[in-house]
């Protein structure tokens, strides 16, 4: 068994071991965060879906309200006058052939690469290096597009990119816990009401199975698993 922190069973206190509403749980998510820095909030939804299957496979994007709570730097990897729009729309490196090169010499100092299409042949060498960290570029996910300045800019505002995992789980970040509560809700409700329109047809039961928000260094704490709690 895991051995806890002093300071997690402190706060792990204030939990009463049950499912709480949306309001309930940002308050308490705001009260367990004791670490000494500013804690990202995260939450995990166990999705009623088999990831096995290609058409019960949950992935899409969403744009939170109140962006991440922190800076995303943004490679992209294209050429000419769309490396440098890249720059104009604020990402933090674009070019090509350089970057291709530094990450197969171990560079990953970056959170997000946005491509052009004829760049994903290049960029698909170097799948065992971005694949597992899940920073290949992928169409589904708007980072293979000739859109650049726009994507860019929907990045830098607090665009993510999510996708269920093997077990049926979406984890993901939502903030951090310095954000007001109004903030934090309006976040979680976007990302949950994305998550609801993306429901596989192929998906039989119940959808929402479990929903829990948590800090960095802090307990899960669950909401109930109701659709109503997320609705305009």
Not at 3 to 16: F, G, T
Not at 27 to 32: A, F, G, S
Not at 128 to 147: E, F, W, Y
Not at 164 to 170: A, F, R
Request: glycine share 10%; net charge positive; proline share 4%.
């Amino acid at each position: 068994m895991k051995k806890r922190s002093r300071r997690y069973r402190e706060v792990a206190k204030l939990l009463e071991g049950k499912e709480y509403s949306l309001d309930e749980a940002v308050e308490l998510v705001k009260k367990t965060a004791s670490a000494k820095f500013d804690e990202t909030v995260e939450v995990s939804i166990r999705l009623g879906v088999d990831p096995r299957h290609a058409d019960q496979v949950v992935r899409g994007t969403v744009s939170l309200p109140h962006g991440l709570g922190k800076e995303v730097r943004v490679l992209v990897i294209a050429k000419g006058e769309k490396a440098s729009e890249a720059e104009a729309a604020g990402a933090d490196h674009a070019g090509y052939e350089e970057y291709i090169e530094k990450i197969q010499q171990g560079w990953l100092e970056f959170d997000v690469i946005v491509a052009t299409p004829d760049a994903m042949r290049d960029l698909g060498k170097l799948g065992r290096v971005l694949g597992p960290r899940g920073l290949m570029p992928n169409p589904k996910s708007g980072t293979v597009t000739m859109d650049i300045g726009p994507t860019v800019k929907e990045i830098k505002a607090g665009k993510i990119d999510f996708r269920v995992d093997k077990t049926g789980i979406v984890h993901t970040s939502v903030g951090k816990a310095s954000f007001e509560e109004g903030k934090l809700k309006d976040n979680i409700k976007t990302l949950m009401q994305t998550i609801i329109r993306l429901k596989p047809a192929a998906a039989k039961g119940t959808y929402l199975r479990s929903i829990s928000v948590s800090n960095t260094m802090g307990p899960c704490i669950r909401i109930v698993p109701s659709s109503g709690e997320f609705q305009d």
